[in-house]
């Protein structure tokens, strides 16, 4: 019988001066990762080759220039893309032209993706002052992607075995937050991560809603009325839907033991009300998802550590969660 065909996964190199080139290249490297998916990174050889060396892995075997070549590809390869002074390339310094070339990696794996060259995305970290820098309008990957794609509903989901949470709102500073809050965006984020879990996880899924203020608002003795005005309504329309959904729960409680054991994911309404628990818990292999894409993209669940750049200890293994986990969605 034939070999059943392996997904394409466009790996991202993330921000030249950081971890990304490193993990990148142990993923092409990884004998238990060419099983499941064909790898192939976005970015520039030169850069790949001076932190193998740097780092003291093997460099890419493969190397192609050419976009139109990648339905082709069958083995873990490396997409060159112009643009980058590999040479001029500092590790763990913020700079416009890796935050540039980072941009453009991610551009070009987009673009790969919705033309069906590639069957999945999967991006190393970027660096957002190094974004901003460059001029690249965006807050991160998640806004990238919403923009790049068309796409209206989109959210950010990082997911492991021992805890998963969805965030209403991303990339925005605290005191922004209650104006960015809405049912719909509440609702849309407890429809997409019903929809992933149940396709992740394989049964329906029970998802739990923190509230936005202290004791959840305390019947609104704290903020103003959010969890009235707008979580619990949408709430109840998911509900009314045939979601499985609790909740809004104090955030301080929400994730006690007993709680997290009968939760297969959290909506949280910001940011760090669930990457603290997630990131506590498991940092070093949970994943990164934008839902509601049309296409599939995940990424790892920790930045650009430019701390470590270069100097061969980053640990992969959330890229390879989000590698494995890349490939089984396109299933």
Known sequence: ???????????????????????????LDDKALREVCVPIVLGDYGLLARVATACGVPPPDELF???????????????SIPGLDAAAVSPGCVDAATGAAAYRYVAAAIAAALAGQVDAICTAPIHKEALQAAGVPYAGHTEILADATGTGRACMMLTSERITCSLVTTHIGLRDVPAALTERAVLETIELTAAAMQRIRGHRPRLLVCGLNPHAGEGGLFGQREEERIIMPAIAAARAKGVEVTGPLPPD?????????????????????????????????????????????????HGTALDLAWQGTANPNSLYEAIRLAARLCD
């Open 1 to 27: 019988m034939p070999s059943p065909v392996k997904p394409r996964i466009a790996l991202t190199m993330g921000d030249p001066a950081g971890v990304g080139p490193e993990l990148c290249l142990r993923a």
């Open 65 to 79: 220039s050419d976009v139109s070549e990648l339905p082709g590809v069958t083995v873990p390869s490396v997409l």
């Open 253 to 301: 409680t929400a994730f006690l033991p007993d709680r997290l054991a009968g939760t297969d994911a959290y909506i949280c309404m910001y940011h760090d009300q669930g990457l603290i628990p997630l990131k506590m818990l498991a940092f070093d292999s949970a994943v990164n998802i934008t839902l509601g894409l049309p296409i599939i993209r995940t990424s790892v669940d």
